[in-house]
């Protein structure tokens, strides 16, 4: 008896561990304009990918605060670029001008910066070698 107690709690402690034990990859996102509206993050594996809005995992966040942290859950080791946008209206659509430049806050891994468009995979790539990694984006792209 004594040794079915011991093992069912064994186990349950197992069970119950905090998932911050295990390696994971957390996003902030600081220089957020507004409370209010969604952070969009968009995680690309090629520079292809992202031109063709093929995002190997998206989150959509809920502003919560001008600085906010996001897990990037499963993610595997390899290169990597984030992109994200602030879309304070919740249209899920990044809003531009006719002629293109956004209306809304975005930002880069590396906090990585494009001329005349968005930033390059090679700029804004990092690699992920499945221990625990904190990447910064500010969002400052208005």
């Known amino acids: 008896m004594f040794r079915k107690i011991l093992f069912y709690s064994a186990l349950m402690a197992l069970l119950l561990m905090p998932p911050l034990l295990y390696p994971a990859a957390r996003l902030k996102v600081s220089g957020i304009p507004l409370i209010r509206g969604n952070i969009m993050i968009g995680v690309y594996k090629s520079q292809e990918d992202f031109k063709k809005k093929i995002d190997l995992k998206s989150y959509k966040v809920p502003v919560s605060d001008k600085q906010m942290i996001q897990e990037l859950d499963e993610l595997k080791p390899g290169w990597y670029m984030i992109a994200i946008y602030h879309d304070a209206n919740s249209n899920a659509v990044m809003d531009k001008l006719f002629f293109g430049p956004p209306l809304e806050a ?16 090679q700029d804004a790539r990092f690699y992920y070698d499945g221990s625990d990694l904190e990447l910064e984006i500010n969002l400052g792209g208005l």
Request: aromatic share 24%.
């Open 106 to 121: 975005y930002g880069f891994s590396n906090n990585a910066r494009g001329f005349m468009g968005p930033a390059s995979f």
